[in-house]
């Protein structure tokens, strides 16, 4: 995959274990990360209830936790193929005026499916990514997606590119993330996958960007149900 330059010289890429063999029991490593077991079908969450109506029972849910060496403990919620009905985009996003979350309405509307995940760092820090379900690249072309906080937005853009070549995949292959115009992380979804994750960002936002990372990479198995 093609990985930014400035991101090669502050990382170094982690390979994903754990991704492909049996879902029953499954747990995803890399690099000083690992989740527990990761958890298929909804799990009702006071938090996540109050963003979705109607998503109980859902098959289309993966909730697991992931922690670093450091003892630091994440926690994710993702559900794919959200419908319209069941999400107030500009509540999820609070109320932001991003261009970014414009088109992802508009997507919403055309298409009735985007994937949304909640990570909780701890009590109080709370970060909602939001991504158009990878299909919709086939059809619309390139979009982006978003990862934010209360204080922090950070764009997701899908990668279609591998290294050393000029003509695209047809389907993404990854994603970067970008804060303040400066790629601080990746996450290569071809095959068993890799993680680039900047040295020059703080302890907690490291684990944002892994928790998402790992949302991303289960969310291939999400689509296919």
């Not at 079908?41 to 697991?64: C, M, P, V």
């Not at 209360?150 to 997701?156: A, F, K, N, P, R």
């Not at 970067?176 to 936002?205: F, P």
């Amino acid at each position: 995959m093609l990985i930014d330059t400035d991101l090669k010289q502050t990382s170094a890429a982690l390979p994903v274990k754990g991704r492909y063999g049996l879902l029953i029991g499954q747990k995803l490593s890399f690099g000083s990360y690992q989740t527990g077991e990761v958890q298929r079908g909804w799990i009702k969450s006071r938090r996540f209830n109050f963003l979705f109506i109607d998503n109980t029972n859902s098959k289309q849910a993966i909730n697991f936790s992931l922690s670093d060496s450091l003892g630091n403990t994440y926690t994710a919620q993702c559900l794919s193929k959200l419908k319209k009905e069941q999400t107030d985009l500009g509540f999820f996003l609070g109320h932001s005026n991003n261009p970014i979350l414009n088109e992802l309405m508009r997507i919403d509307e055309e298409y009735d499916e985007t994937f949304a995940v909640t990570i909780e760092a701890d009590s109080s820090t709370v970060w909602n990514m939001l991504v158009a379900n990878r299909h919709i690249v086939r059809q619309r072309g390139k979009y982006k997606g978003l990862l934010y906080s209360q204080t922090q937005t950070i764009e997701i853009n899908p990668i279609r590119h591998v290294e050393g070549t000029k003509v695209p995949f047809p389907d993404v292959i990854g994603f970067e993330y970008i804060l303040d115009g400066k790629v601080i992380g990746a996450v290569e979804t071809l095959n068993k996958g890799r993680i680039w994750i900047s040295s020059d960002i703080d302890t907690q936002l490291k684990g944002i960007l892994a928790a998402a990372s790992a949302a991303l990479l289960l969310q291939t198995d999400l689509e296919t149900v």
